[in-house]
């Protein structure tokens, strides 16, 4: 099977030889692509909606893959008992949703050893959210595909942290452009996410060019935001200049 960019990406950072569990599965493309690969032993397929499940189910017996994809109709991880799985993934779904998966579903995710996460909103908060938890941040990968950008990471639950005390607290030191941006795509210097910082300055040099000049109290409140904004970004750029 030929997945999407961002669908490839996601799946790439499943551990080789872990169990999943695919929340929001949709069409269970990426679970019959780690079957196909050979990337997974075992994986269940979750949706909380009996129409996008029901897809996903006649899609998998069309593959031959019943008998390693199992679907289960299920609120987040509701449907999972502890240790059943290794690895989870949460793609395409809002910031909000992707905590809201993590808090309600927290005492199957102390079980796992890695959590695959692709917010499509709300990414900075996302990331504060996993720092204040404790959660270490294993990997991060962006792509881009049909102009829009997908930034994505690996996290481990804290139960599986192996750090000493101080990485651990090192590790939770975070900067707003590396919530906002990822601390380990800026590290990394992702070539992606250059391309990202590129648009986004640009962007919010084009807006300042335009509001310059104008007037008005609300004129000057968007001007510090965008300035502000400006700035984290370019903050961000920097590590692409050391």
Same mark, same amino acid.
């Given at each position: 099977?030929?997945? /999407? ?13 872990? /169990? ?89 995710? /102390? ?126 750029? /920097?590590?692409?200049?050391?």
């Amino acid at each position: 099977m030929e997945l /999407s960019k961002r669908l490839t990406a996601v799946a790439g950072l499943v551990t080789e030889g872990a /169990s999943v569990a695919d929340i929001g599965t949709d069409h269970g493309y990426i679970p019959i692509h780690l079957i196909e690969q050979n990337l997974s032993p075992k994986v269940i397929a979750m949706d909380i909606n009996k129409g996008p499940l029901e897809r996903a189910r006649i899609h998998i017996a069309g593959y031959g893959m019943s008998d390693r994809i199992e679907t289960r109709l299920s609120d987040g991880l509701a449907a999972v008992k502890p240790k059943e799985v290794e690895e989870m993934i949460v793609a395409g779904m809002g910031g909000g949703l992707v905590i809201h998966i993590l808090e309600e579903g927290k005492q199957i995710v /102390s079980t796992l050893k890695g959590c695959i996460l692709q917010p499509q909103s709300e990414i900075q908060k996302v990331r504060e959210y996993l720092v204040e938890h404790g959660f270490r941040f294993e990997a991060e990968d962006m792509v881009e595909e049909d102009g829009k950008y997908y930034p994505m990471m690996r996290v481990v639950p804290p139960e599986y942290c192996e750090h000493k005390t101080a990485d651990r607290q090192e590790d939770c030191k975070k900067e707003e452009w590396e919530y906002l941006y990822g601390p380990l795509l800026l590290k990394n210097k992702n070539p992606i996410l250059y391309e990202y910082l590129k648009r986004e300055i640009r962007i919010r040099e084009d807006i300042l060019l335009g509001l310059a000049g104008k007037d008005g109290e609300r004129i000057k409140e968007r001007m510090t935001e965008i300035e502000h904004e400006l700035e984290v970004a370019k903050k961000a750029m /920097s590590y692409y200049e050391e």
